[in-house]
């Protein structure tokens, strides 16, 4: 079948949109028409193949089957918490890979039932990547929902001669993508598919969940990726350059992201395999720790004359961004000089705090990113820092066996005072003890972020 | 022109073109734009249309579809999730939101 010169048009018109999806959605003024463009773009593009195919089958069942899959998406995102979207990203980044490996698999069936005799090596390459890479993205993103939503331990699962295992799997999967190329068949495609789901698995069970986010952007390059080899497979331009564009893209990003947590890639992935993050989180929690009442808080932050916030993940899950903002507030009114201190990969994901407080309409001046505060910490007076642990974790500077090890953080071990509102002395995502929390300058308030801070301000608008 | 080497050229030059027209994203928007090329690769939804179109075998029907729906929850969700997360970056101050006052104790 081959594709009329105005589809090939239409297709081109849709990969310029994407590249200028691309485009607009890396500056924040720009951000949400380029979305806005993409998704028109992919909508169109969809619809497409129904002018130009003339014995297009099925079309009924196609058409319920886009319906269900559109609601069920649509639905979905508009439900999400906040606090939970990189898992929903991490869903839906699965089960494009997914779809991408089912589609696949079903043109590998087109080629067999032809007799398979005619078609190029590229294309079963193309063919034996898709469904591979695809399923190594579908599974690997599924692990990566389990540890956000914390169905499952979000800390590094090794077991003894994962290593082996791994590298069998690996080993297998090209054995059997070659196989596949020389006599392609519908067994071998499966067992393929098999095989990538074991590797998308046990390449994600043994990342800790404060890398998670990272992993999520490379499985996400991955799924672009398949998607070209799809788009090559099938002869679909599109398909060829948005799987492409996302899969350099997304590689480029995870690069960045990575970047911006001190943290090479293959450390990332393959850490934990060489040991050295099993910290035990035991040890030193009986240790003394200093903790104060919520009118002792509100007294500190009252007569301080600088003060900066650290907000973490905590404080997303306790609902308490509105409290910390009328806190804030009556603060600022009372003279003290307040700002929110950002660590580039606060929450659950780089950027993920700056969307959590933009909802309780914190104003974006006050947001200050980590380079340009860190030097201001030594003349704060108080640090509170809100459901945050890991990017102010000293462990991150001296303790080069920490998983953390290298992240940059943010220096609230400089400041005078230090107050920490936690539920439990529970480490951090990260899993790791924090010595900030046994410091004599650290106060610790125990209790829900949203209910210390309510009574916090009631006491603060007291004085 | 051999037509392996126009896909390769097109492959290539798509490579630069995702690097670099995301080159100079502030960690602000990492999240969104990785969301967004998430949804991008939906478009995999027409890859999707196009086989189960062409398909007589029952069981590729079925496999065909249950793609048709992956892919559309990938597309979609994307998109919109997407553009909820912009949204807060652009909206303007809005009436004050309800926060109930001083906590629940």
């Not at chain 1, 500056?27 to 593009?45: E, F, M």
């Not at chain 1, 952007?217 to 799987?243: E, I, R």
């Not at chain 2, 998109?79 to 006052?101: E, I």
Request: proline share 5%; with cysteine; aromatic share 6%.
């Amino acid at each position: 079948m081959s594709i009329p010169t105005w589809a090939q048009l239409l297709y081109l018109v849709g990969a310029v949109a994407f590249i200028l999806a691309l485009k607009g959605l890396s500056g924040p003024k720009t951000a949400r028409a380029g979305n806005l463009i993409g998704a028109a773009a992919a909508v169109l593009a969809c619809t497409i193949p129904f002018f130009y195919i003339d014995e297009m089958k099925h079309v009924p069942l196609i058409l319920v089957a886009i319906a269900v899959g559109s609601a069920g998406g649509f639905v979905g995102a508009r439900r999400v918490q906040m606090t939970q979207m990189p898992q929903m990203v991490a869903l839906f980044n699965g089960v494009g890979g997914g779809a991408a490996a089912l589609v696949a698999l079903l043109e590998l069936h087109e080629i067999t039932a032809d007799g398979g005799s005619d078609v190029e090596t590229f294309v079963l390459v193309a063919t034996a990547f898709t469904i591979l890479v695809g399923s190594v993205s579908f599974a690997g993103s599924i692990i990566t929902f389990a540890k956000l939503q914390e169905l499952m331990t979000s800390r590094p699962v090794v077991f003894p001669g994962l290593p082996v295992v791994f590298g069998g799997s690996l080993i297998a999967a090209v054995a059997l993508s070659i196989v596949l190329v020389r006599d392609p068949s519908m067994g071998v495609g499966v067992v393929l598919a098999l095989v990538g789901l074991a590797v998308g698995i046990l390449l994600v069970l043994p990342v800790g969940g404060a890398d998670v986010p990272i992993v999520i952007s490379l499985l996400n390059a991955f799924t672009g990726l398949t998607v070209a080899g799809g788009g090559y497979v099938l002869d679909n331009t599109l398909l060829l350059v948005a799987g492409t564009l996302v899969g350099a893209s997304g590689t480029f990003l995870t690069l960045l992201m990575a970047g911006a947590m001190g943290r090479s890639v293959a450390n990332i992935l393959f850490g934990a395999l060489k040991g050295g993050s099993t910290l035990g989180a035991g040890e030193a929690s009986d240790r003394p720790v200093k903790s104060a009442g919520p009118e002792d808080v509100a007294i500190m932050l009252n007569y301080a004359e600088r003060v900066i916030i650290v907000p973490g993940y905590g404080l997303a899950v306790a609902q308490a961004q509105h409290t910390l903002r009328e806190l804030v507030d009556v603060l600022s009114a009372k003279g003290v000089e307040v700002d929110y201190a950002i660590h580039p990969v606060a929450g659950r994901m780089p950027g993920h705090m700056n969307v959590l407080l933009a909802e309780a309409q914190v104003p974006y001046e006050q947001l200050i990113e980590m380079d340009d505060i860190n030097d201001e910490f030594k003349d704060a007076d108080v640090v509170l820092v809100v459901g945050a642990n890991d990017v102010v974790n000293p462990a991150a500077r001296n303790t080069p066996s920490a998983p953390i090890y290298g992240m940059p953080i943010l220096n609230a071990d400089q400041a005078k005072q230090c107050v920490f509102l936690k539920r439990s002395m529970r480490p951090g995502f990260a899993g790791i003890e924090n010595e900030l929390l046994f410091e004599p300058n650290t106060t610790l308030l125990f209790g829900d972020a949203k209910d210390t801070l309510g009574k916090v301000l009631t006491a603060t608008k007291a004085l | 022109m051999n037509e392996g080497v126009v896909w390769l050229t097109i492959f290539i030059l798509s490579v630069f073109v995702g690097i670099e027209v995301i080159s100079k994203v502030s960690s602000t928007l990492h999240t969104p734009l990785m969301s967004g090329a998430n949804a991008i690769h939906g478009v995999i939804l027409l890859g999707a249309i196009i086989v189960t179109g062409s398909t007589d075998n029952n069981v590729a029907l079925v496999v065909g579809l249950i793609a048709i729906v992956l892919a559309a929850v990938n597309m979609v969700g994307g998109f919109v999730v997407t553009d909820r997360m912009l949204q807060m970056f652009t909206r303007k101050k809005t009436p004050k939101a309800p926060s109930n006052a001083g906590g629940s104790a």
